[in-house]
């Protein structure tokens, strides 16, 4: 298992927790119930959506 695929086992298992009656259909794959999709979305976009804020005010730092 590479680095990656380790990470992000780590961070499905920690949505596991958060998402009640979630499961994994797929080693790469969370199915979760219809209600929590909101909550799913959250958990999976805000730290992608901070990394690349955090990239766009590095490049604007830079010039």
Not at 23 to 47: D, E
Request: hydrophobic residues 50%; positive net charge; charged residues 25%.
């Amino acid at each position: 298992m590479k680095a990656a695929a380790a990470g992000e086992r780590r961070f499905f298992a920690r949505w596991l927790s958060m998402l009640h009656d979630s499961f994994m259909s797929r080693p790469n794959t969370i199915v979760c119930p219809g209600g929590k999709m909101h909550l799913a979305m959250q958990l999976v976009f805000t730290p992608m959506i901070w990394r690349l804020m955090d990239r766009r005010r590095q490049a604007i730092e830079k010039g």
